[in-house]
């Protein structure tokens, strides 16, 4: 610091340079992670690219109707993903605002409320919005150029997109303050009902969504009419993520008809959007306009509302949430507690107990079970959809790829889980240990329950999972057998990795789970289950497609669907087996 | 001092603390006693600003708290029983941060910020990341980073729990210094030995009541008693449980 702060918001400021400073100058920092994290990023980033200019090279393809289709795909996008923000930003800002211990400690400085709430609003943006910039920018590089567009068009993106993410932010921000304000005291029975009409009108959406039913082919003018007509919110003119959809296709028009030269391509342009290349240019300029002023008048409003509620309102939200009844009561059920044993009777008594520990602390943590129930859940509606798309009659390699992706989905899902939340367990356990480390049983017990628990929880989701896809696909019993098989195997090789990893590089300082995945060994256990996932794919694609191509005729099927299956056991063997060995090992040896 | 005028709280149906009248006066060594769970720290909360009373009033230095929330907090300093550092900042960017909170330029802050760190006994390792601290290390930043801008209150929560006898003695017989030069210091523990050896008064809370309050020697005459605090806190709160029985 070199002077003197002026104000409370430059020392804030301040505060954060500071720490962003020290993050990168000071401390412990795992190169690998960085490296591991910055090589993902670039892929997924090149990936995500790669898909978009595949999509806009598509789409400009179909002449006449390319330029509805392209701004179509553009309102759908910046809907969805405006969407998320304002959920995500309103999540954040009320962990922020009234679950932090640096907001407590702020409150009892002379800090001015609504000075804090800025500070907040900020970090809550850029937590919030860096995943939104992050896939933003592909899509508009792609589109840019597929499109051959010029720098203008690049700058334009990134300021009317810049001034949107403020919008979904504020709302998020202002969601937050009147759901502590008003929904703190009731907060148990308000968020059921609220929850519940949220979680209808998802699913509702969604299946509106996915039931355009499949007798019209994609991209007809059937098809697309269907389209249209469920996603009609999106390209609602009241809607600010169509203005800055809109804007981006206006920014295009312009950019595209000023660098027209040639005769034939000003022709080309005026089939595409259906009129005359000087009348478009201007109206494109004027959109482009329109929509900018559209978007920062509502950025600054919605901004400006937040501020003012938090100068009225804040402490008393704050007060408000601190002093909700958070607490829970379970009382004894004789019942319920021998359900529970006769469902786990084949475990020695002793594991019982461990998993049924687990299970309990999974149950009453909303953290764990609502993100597992949400992506699940979302996969599920999709696979009880999945003959909407008319995948079930088409030929059987097609299904097969289907069924592979479906696959894949499932199993990547559940690798972040068991990274994000079977990982850190061994190492959450560190706090109990006085009492595991002591207890007459072995530590390896305390292993074999998370694991166990971590596969059997898993096999029962994924195994329904698949089992829902390959039912809707109507895909033959053999690729079944071959996916039901793979779906084990992938649970036990994914919760070996994550329970073995765990006790080999747990961290007992720790309270955080995720500050414990974001370390060594956490980052670790990602890239290996992406690995392991992948391989897995490779495995049960090479043989799912020596079944399809040779037919469920040919002599050796069987073999195949043997050999595959073999593989896919042996591979998960070998990758959860040994790290499973090396953690049981490692927790033997463990001084506490 | 600071004044709780008839200021209680509720959450929900539960009664955290009945409607307290107290007032502690300039350069008081006052300590908060009670069971787990009797209201010490919501108490302390409402002190702080951290929570509305919900019925009466607390004055920090004759300014009502809610009313004028900054300009009683100017004149306060509060402690949780755990408190907050900024991980990727160093101990002595934390006090100079928490300097410019109370309105004061680094220059100004500075021969503070040393007489301190040399206070706390911490010139080794203040240039260290904050993470990096036992919890020792980290009372003693937060307790210099209260001190920085002469608070005429200071309000601590539990601020001896987990510190080693040297550091125990070192935090004791500095608010023992700054009650002296006229700082009034309003404290929770349940260390009922250092509440008999550096408190001018004791009040005892139970249940969010207000028990017992006075010196050593009026709370003895209350409990009819000539022992240790530890046998008057007992007698008053077995007391007062055969009463709600």
């Known amino acids: 610091m070199t002077g003197a702060p002026a104000s409370h918001p430059r020392l804030l400021l301040w505060l954060r340079l500071t720490d962003l400073r020290n993050r990168l100058t000071r401390g412990d920092r795992s190169w690998f992670k960085i490296g591991v994290v910055t090589a993902f990023g670039l892929a997924f980033w090149f990936g995500l690219f790669l898909l978009f200019d595949e999509a806009f090279t598509f789409l400009s393809a179909q002449q006449e109707s390319a330029y509805e289709l392209t701004r179509f795909l553009l309102a759908i996008f910046f809907f969805f993903l405006g969407l998320m923000l304002v959920f995500s930003n309103a999540i954040i800002s009320w962990t922020s605002l009234f679950r932090s211990a640096e907001t407590a400690f702020l409150m009892a400085s002379p800090v001015r409320e609504e000075h804090l709430f800025g500070y907040k609003f900020i970090e809550t943006l850029w937590f919030s919005s860096w995943a939104f910039l992050f896939l933003g920018t592909p899509l508009i590089v792609a589109f840019g150029r597929t499109m051959g567009l010029g720098l203008s068009f690049y700058a334009g993106s990134a300021v009317l997109i810049g001034m949107f993410i403020f919008i979904p932010a504020a709302l998020g921000n202002i969601s937050a303050l009147l759901i502590a304000r008003y929904v703190s005291r009731f907060r148990r029975r308000i968020l059921v009902i609220a929850g519940g009409g949220l979680l209808g009108i998802a699913l509702f959406l969604i299946y509106q969504i996915l039931s355009i039913r499949g007798s019209a082919s994609p991209l007809s003018p059937q098809w697309m009419r269907s389209v249209l007509s469920n996603l009609e919110l999106a390209q609602s003119p009241l809607c600010p993520s169509f203005w800055v959809a809109d804007g981006v296709s206006a920014l295009a028009l312009s950019s595209r008809a000023s660098g027209l030269s040639s005769a034939p391509d000003q022709a080309m342009f005026a089939v595409e959007v259906r009129s005359g290349l000087s009348e478009v240019a201007a109206k494109a300029r004027w959109d482009v306009l329109l929509y900018g002023l559209a978007i920062f008048a509502n950025a600054l409003f919605f901004t400006r509302i937040g501020y003012v509620l938090s100068r009225r309102w804040f402490f008393e939200s704050w007060c408000a949430a601190q002093a909700s009844d958070r607490t829970r009561r379970f009382p004894e059920s004789r019942a319920r507690e021998a359900a529970w044993n006769a469902v786990f009777v084949f475990l020695p008594a002793r594991l019982r107990i461990l998993v049924l520990k687990d299970l309990r602390s999974f149950v009453r943590d909303p953290v764990q079970w609502s993100q597992f129930l949400i992506f699940f859940g979302l996969l599920a509606v999709y696979f009880l959809n999945l003959r909407s798309f008319a995948y079930h009659v088409k030929i059987g390699a097609w299904k097969a790829l289907i069924a592979l992706l479906n696959l894949c989905a499932t199993s990547l899902t559940l690798s972040t889980f068991t990274t994000r939340f079977v990982f850190p367990q061994l190492s959450l356990e560190g706090k109990r240990f006085w009492l595991l480390g002591v207890a007459p049983t072995s530590r390896s017990m305390v292993v074999a329950g998370k694991f166990l628990f971590s596969f059997v929880g898993s096999l029962l989701v994924s195994e329904s999972l698949i089992l829902t896809s390959s039912a809707m696909l109507q895909v033959p019993g053999p690729t079944i057998a071959l996916q039901a098989v793979a779906t084990v195997a992938i649970c036990f090789g994914l919760s070996g990795l994550s329970v073995g990893l765990g006790a080999v590089f747990p961290n007992f300082r720790e309270d955080n789970p995720s500050k414990i995945v974001s370390g060594f060994g956490g980052t670790l256990n990602l890239i290996l289950s992406l690995a392991f996932v992948s391989t897995m794919m490779a495995i049960t694609a090479y043989f799912g497609r020596g079944m399809v191509v040779e037919g469920l005729e040919a002599a050796n099927w069987r073999s195949g669907l043997a050999a595959g299956a073999g593989s896919l056991l042996a591979f998960s063997l070998l990758a959860g087996g040994v790290p499973l060995t090396m953690g049981l090992r490692s927790i033997r040896r463990l001084e506490l | ?245």
Not at chain 2, 210 to 216: D, F, Y
């Open chain 2, 1 to 245: 001092m600071i004044s709780f005028e008839g200021a209680g709280r509720r959450f929900g149906s539960k009664v955290a603390v009945h409607p307290l009248n107290l007032s502690v006066a300039r350069g008081e060594f006052f300590a908060f006693l009670g069971p787990n769970g009797a209201g010490k720290t919501t108490t302390l909360k409402l002190a702080a600003g951290l929570l509305r009373p919900g019925e009466g009033r607390i004055l920090v230095g004759g300014i009502d708290i809610n009313v004028d929330p900054i300009g009683a907090k100017r004149l306060l300093a509060y402690v949780p029983d755990q408190p907050y550092l900024y991980d990727k900042l160093s101990g002595r960017e934390f006090l100079r941060f928490v300097a410019g909170l109370y309105g004061i330029d680094v220059a100004s802050a500075r021969p503070d910020i040393e007489r301190f760190v040399a206070l706390f006994d911490m010139a080794d390792w203040i240039d260290e990341l904050t993470e990096t601290y036992s919890h020792g290390m980290k009372q003693r930043v937060a307790l210099a980073s209260t001190l920085l801008h002469k608070p005429k209150v200071v309000l601590l929560d539990e601020p001896l729990v987990g510190l080693d006898p040297q550091t125990g003695r070192l935090v004791k017989g500095i608010l023992r210094e700054q009650a002296s030069s006229g700082t009034t210091i309003f404290m929770s523990t349940h260390v009922l030995s250092v509440a008999e050896q550096t408190a001018d008064r004791i009040g005892i809370l139970n249940h969010g009541r207000l028990v017992a309050l006075g010196t050593m020697d009026e709370l003895r005459a209350k409990a009819g008693t000539p022992e240790n605090l530890e046998d008057i806190f007992f007698r008053i709160v077995e007391a007062e449980e055969a009463k709600r029985k």
